[in-house]
Structures are given as C-alpha cells and as structure tokens.
C-alpha cells in the first residue's frame, strides 16, 4: 500500500488517496472507490441527474480513481451517467471503470443470472452504456445456483484474454465457489459485504483473499449511511428506499447501532480528532481491505474522504471498537436481506 503527500502553499502537508495494486494486473486502484448504486436512483429514492455528474467529478477530484457501477443499479441508468461524464469530461484514462454481470431483471423484479450467454450479452450491453471499449474491473455480481461456477468463469476467462476487460472479480461469493471459479479462470478481486457492522467475511473469506494475493472491494462501508454520523431516530426514509426493508433500520436494532455510532464517534474524535465517518473506512482498510466501496450521491457527502488516508488503527483502538460493539449490539444481524433471488427453473 502507497500514498503520496505534498506541500501545499500555506506550508501544510496534504496526504493524498493511498493506492494499492490488484495482484496479478497492471492496475493500481485508490483505497476508496465510488459506489454509484444510489446515483442509479433504484432503491434509494431516486437521485438527481446533475448531483450525480459532479459527484462523479467530485470523486476523481478526491484522488478517487475507481468508480464502481453494475447494470442493475438503475436497470443500466447508473451505468449510462457514469459512462456520459467520462466521455463528455475527457476523464476516462483517469478511471479505472468496475461494473458487474450476472442479473437480470423483469419489471422492478431482479434475478440472478450467470449464464454465458447472459454474460456475454451484459459486457456489451455495459460497454455501449459506459462508452468504452473496455472494462477495466468486471465482477460476477452473484452466483448463480442455476449455473455451473465453472460456466460462468469460463465466460469470464474469454473476456479477460480478449482483452474486453482487465481484471476478473466475484461479488457475494463464498471461499467453495471462489475456489471452483480458480480452477477455470485467474480471480483478482472479490468485493464482499464488510463494514463495522457487518464482518461476517473475517472468518474465513478475508483471510483466503490475502492468502491468494486476491484484492478486496468492500461494499457497504457506511452501511448504508448509519456510520456516516448524520443518522438520527427520527430519520425517514421515502419512496422505494431499502432503508425501509433493512432490519438494522428498525426498531429496536436502530436505537442499538446508533448508539454505537455514538460512541464510535466520540472514540474517533478522542484518539484520532477524526469523526465515526473517517473511523468507519480506516477501519476497513487497517482490516486489510484492499479498497473501501463509499457510496455517494452528492458532491458534500465525499467530503470526508481526504481525512481517511495517512493515519492508522493501533492494536488498543480496535479492541476498543470491538468492546463498543458488543456492548451495545444485542443481536447483530449481516447484509442477507440484500441477496436477489435465483431464477424459477420455469424461467430458464
């Protein structure tokens, strides 16, 4: 892991993004990247056109230089703005563009997908939206337990020795299925659900990643805004937001995480001078994240990604995180809700 920092005029030392290889690419990715879900509208209440365009440019001028999107975030809209702001702002050779495959929808409806044929009608389907003629990091977004893994891989393995995409990533897969994916084809990223509240992967999938010099995007990192510090009680949540079906946003689970967000936040500033939002992806990466997936809609809410870089969780620091959750989660509950069903068999 690298950073560079400079001198500004004042005298002052600004730390820039710090960057990481995927082993086994070219690639050098930021430790933060941009979550477009949100900016896809779908799930999220909706989102404004040109908030999105200037959080696009507002990541890169960050030192952002991934920008992760998939088809189903927006049905192709996320997609479609992301691809529209890199042509129309000469930005592309600047980004390292990582979208998904394998899902479908019908209607609102969304199914899983990773199919061969599926795969290789989605790339092109992406690369038409994205405006490009290559995808830098492409990533199975489920696996498919109506498809053989080494199917999807072996669509997967073409794509990459066409030089359609650049690197081979997997999302929501288990260590079994990573393995099998091997035996077919080279896996350079996997991007998990992981944040503080959410570590169901630190058993047995993270530590098989670093095993396998196989880069990790985590997903979530604010946990769909409850680590951004700006959640309160009476936060409301309209239209078709996820929110409203997320079990961590109902009582009596949300009164428990945010008073651990309370004292996240008190803990970070205490320690650090830093708030429970830098607390949240620093975390994250002294965990051995490769890149911290931050989810944004609007230029303010990316404000706090220069105070993650340069500074570091000690040993005492995370014991005290550790101890401030399990004092005040009763019952902690993961990401499951998330998961898009498989296909009937009907509807092969």
């Known amino acids: 892991m690298a950073n560079e920092a400079k001198t500004l005029e004042n005298g002052t030392l600004e730390v820039a993004m710090e960057r ?11 430790r933060v990247a941009l979550g477009t879900w949100a900016i896809g509208g779908w799930m ?8 999105s365009v200037r959080t696009i440019r507002g990541a890169i001028d960050h030192g952002i230089n991934v920008i992760d999107t998939a088809p189903a975030y927006g049905f ?13 702002s000469g930005l592309r050779s600047r980004v390292l563009i990582a979208t998904k ?3 479908e929808w019908q209607g609102e409806r969304v199914f899983r997908n990773a199919s061969r044929a599926r795969i290789l009608r989605e790339v092109d389907e ?13 990533q199975v977004h489920w696996p498919d337990p109506l498809i053989t893994i080494e199917e999807t891989a072996e669509a997967m393995r073409d794509l990459f020795e066409q030089g359609t995409i650049r690197a081979i990533g997997v999302s929501n897969f288990s260590v079994l299925q990573m393995e099998q994916f091997r035996r ?10 992981f944040n503080l509240f959410e570590r169901g992967i630190e058993t047995d999938i993270l530590p098989y990643c670093h095993r396998n010099n196989i880069a990790t995007f985590g997903y979530g990192a604010l946990c769909r805004g409850l680590l951004s510090g700006r959640m309160r009680l009476d936060s409301e949540f309209e239209g078709d937001d996820l929110r409203r079906t997320d079990p961590k946003f109902q009582q009596p689970r949300f009164a428990q995480y945010l008073a651990a967000v309370e004292r996240l936040d008190a803990l970070a500033q205490r320690r650090f001078a830093k708030r429970v939002v830098h607390l949240a992806i620093r975390w994250m990466l002294d965990q051995g994240i490769t ?25 005492s620091a995370m014991a005290d995180v550790d101890c401030i959750l399990h004092q005040t989660i009763e019952n902690p509950i993961g990401p499951e809700f998330m998961a898009p069903p498989a296909r009937s068999v009907a509807a092969q």
């Not at 990481?20 to 930021?30: D, E, F, K, N, R």
């Not at 999220?44 to 908030?51: I, K, P, V």
């Not at 192709?76 to 129309?88: D, F, H, N, P």
């Not at 350079?188 to 659900?193: D, E, I, K, S």
């Open 291 to 315: 890149t911290a997936l931050w989810g944004a809609r609007n230029p303010r809410q990316l404000l706090p990604v220069d105070e993650v870089s340069g500074w570091q969780l000690d040993a």
């Open 101 to 103: 495959t394998g899902l």
């Open 44 to 51: 999220w209440g909706g989102s404004d056109e040109a908030e």
């Open 126 to 138: 992406s690369l038409r939206r994205l405006r490009t003629d290559y995808i830098d990091i492409y």
């Open 184 to 193: 077919v084809a080279p896996l350079h990223v996997l991007q998990p659900p």
């Open 20 to 30: 990481a290889p995927i082993p086994g690419t070219s690639l050098q990715v930021s």
């Open 76 to 88: 192709g809209r996320s997609e479609e703005v992301v691809g529209k702001v890199l042509a129309e």
